[in-house]
């Protein structure tokens, strides 16, 4: 789509143990310099099949992420804002991790949905 970006978001194993992953990753775009929420957070969307993931020490899985230009809206309606980057909860975590980027503009305003979010897949994509 014309007006999107459609990046992947990697997830990797980093203990020395297997562990699975199965759903949906919680993605929101922060800023601010404090980690403060910009907008809404990510909607699911079925991008591919809900499936469990076992990844081996070092292995990775990832979401396709659908991320639309906040160019995209009205400005009295979107309210943009730069955004630091984004912050991910893994599926079933509620420890958040972060992704800093400087190459996303958000929308302040909660009711205009930027982020689309698929279910973590095998692979680094």
Known sequence: GAGSLFPYLVLTNSSSATCTVRGYPGVSFVGYGN?????A?????????????????????????????????PADTCSPVAADGLRVYPPEQTAALYAPSDEFTACADES??????????????
């Open 35 to 39: 980690g403060t929420q910009l907008g």
């Open 41 to 73: 957070a990510g909607l699911r969307v079925d991008l591919a099949s809900l499936q469990t993931v076992t990844l081996s020490p070092g292995q990775s899985s990832h979401s396709r992420l659908r991320i639309a230009r906040a160019e995209n809206f």
């Open 112 to 125: 205009v949905k930027l982020i689309m979010v698929g279910p973590m897949e095998p692979g680094a994509a």
